[in-house]
């Protein structure tokens, strides 16, 4: 018998890239490959990539350190959006043996069993026209499935078109088949990703509101979150009907970038503050329980002390629940790089700190709104102080005591407590 080759996945960045390295994982036939942590010793090592921040970078940098120092023989390979940006830089660092562009990383396998000797394929962006499939299943209760890849927008500061190309996406019917397929595995929710899933649109005109419906109707699985959404892309008619859906759960995150319209201008976003708000609103006014999340980057070039004191005004008053906040990181190749004036680092850091304390200020009165309410709950898995936890179909984080018989379970809980570590103490009903 051939002893099988040991093979470890590291993923860094978005849920899209979970689900692409779960696709690439599956591409290695299990009769000769053997899956193994990333932190052990292994034979090949996967490292599939961001490039959102030069923080990201810098992890892709420390992954493959770590995998040298752990199997110093072992072949790396470095896949995905950084991968596609920096082929040759990273091409250099010691241990690297393959960098695959978009184009070629879900032909991994033929690379790395061949005898090729250039380490670097396919970085041609405009090269990259084929849609690739991807879902994460794993035995997880929750999978991510990619609809739609690639971004047609122009963001001043976003490098994501130039690492991952035009957008593109399959026919409703395939998406129906793969989420047919994650059903099958027993998976009890499905997240739908993409770089701009808003963007979804088939040859014969069907959008990605048509998309919804057809999932409702066609696919045996009790819930579908969205994981994020323009709100240029999210229509009224959409928000009403979501209300209304046996399936899509009541949660949506919408990136907003900035709370000023001179900023979101620099950043040529393709929105106002007027439009985010009456989004809000409306979802406020249809699902009173909505969970919402809104992305927003501080210190992006041009961010004056007064665009963003502008920004935390809006954010005050506008009712979401949580925020996702980054730190603005200069990338190469975009028109951001020229703008003025620059925000320096100290001050970027001070903005952070106080968007999180409205995030956080935001989410505790929201979990407390929530408290004696009944929602559903899916239950994951158990944590080291004996409980199980899941999340509501709005997005609370929920933890009751340990049973065996909760996991992949969908239990309607009513809401009792905020703990110290941020969840909320429940009870099933």
């Known amino acids: 018998m051939v002893q099988k080759q040991k093979i470890a996945f590291h993923t860094l960045g978005c849920k899209l890239n979970y689900a692409e390295t779960a696709t690439i994982a599956s591409l290695f036939d ?3 490959y053997e899956q193994v942590s990333f932190s052990h010793q292994a034979d090949i090592y996967v490292i599939n990539t961001c490039s959102v921040t030069e923080q990201a970078n810098k992890k892709c940098r420390q992954a493959i350190s770590k995998a040298v120092r752990t199997s110093p023989e072992a072949k790396i390979a470095v896949v995905g959006c950084f991968a596609q940006l920096k082929a040759q830089e990273i091409a250099k660092i010691n241990g690297v043996s393959l ?10 396998v033929k690379y790395l069993e061949g005898n090729a000797l250039d380490k670097i394929y396919s970085c041609e962006i405009d090269e990259v026209t084929q849609y690739a499939g991807s879902f994460s299943v794993d035995g997880r209760t929750r999978s991510f499935l990619k609809v ?3 971004c047609d927008y122009n963001c001043s500061y976003c490098t994501i078109p130039l690492a991952r190309g035009k957008s ?7 998406i129906i088949n793969e989420a047919q397929i994650i059903g099958q595995k027993g998976i009890k929710e499905i997240i739908l990703t993409g770089v701009n899933i808003g963007e979804f649109k088939t040859s014969d005109g069907k959008r990605f509101f048509d998309l919804l419906k057809k999932l409702e109707e066609k696919v045996d699985i009790p819930r579908f979150r969205i994981s994020s959404i323009e709100p240029n892309l999210l229509t009224d008619e959409m928000i009403d009907w979501i209300s209304q859906s046996k399936k899509i ?3 949506f995150h ?3 970038q900035s709370g000023s319209d ?3 201008r620099l950043m040529r976003r393709r929105y106002n503050t007027e439009l985010f708000s009456k989004k809000i609103a409306r979802i406020r006014s249809v699902m009173p329980d909505c969970g919402i999340g809104v992305d927003v980057i ?7 002390n007064e665009y963003f004191e502008d920004c935390l005004s809006f954010l005050e008053k506008t009712d979401f629940t949580y925020l996702h906040v980054f730190s603005y990181s200069a990338r190469e190749n975009t028109d951001a790089i020229a703008i003025e004036p620059k925000v320096p680092e100290t001050v970027k850091s001070e903005r952070s700190k106080r968007l999180h304390e409205l995030s956080d200020h935001k989410l505790s009165a929201f979990y407390n709104r929530q408290l004696g309410t009944v929602h559903p709950v899916l239950f994951e898995q158990k944590n080291n102080q004996g409980y199980v936890h899941g999340y509501t179909n709005n997005y609370i984080k929920v933890e009751i005591p340990y049973s065996k018989d909760l996991i992949n379970e969908i239990k309607n809980v009513e809401l009792i407590s905020i703990q110290t570590n941020g969840t909320v103490f429940g009870k099933i009903k």
């Open 262 to 264: 001179d900023v979101l």
């Open 99 to 108: 960098v695959l562009g978009t184009k070629e990383k879900f032909n991994i």
């Open 148 to 150: 739609q890849d690639g």
């Open 168 to 174: 593109r996406n399959p026919n409703i019917d395939f």
């Open 298 to 304: 501080v210190g992006t070039p041009g961010e004056t």
């Open 30 to 32: 299990k009769e000769k």
């Open 249 to 251: 759960v009541p949660h």
């Open 254 to 256: 919408i990136p907003l």
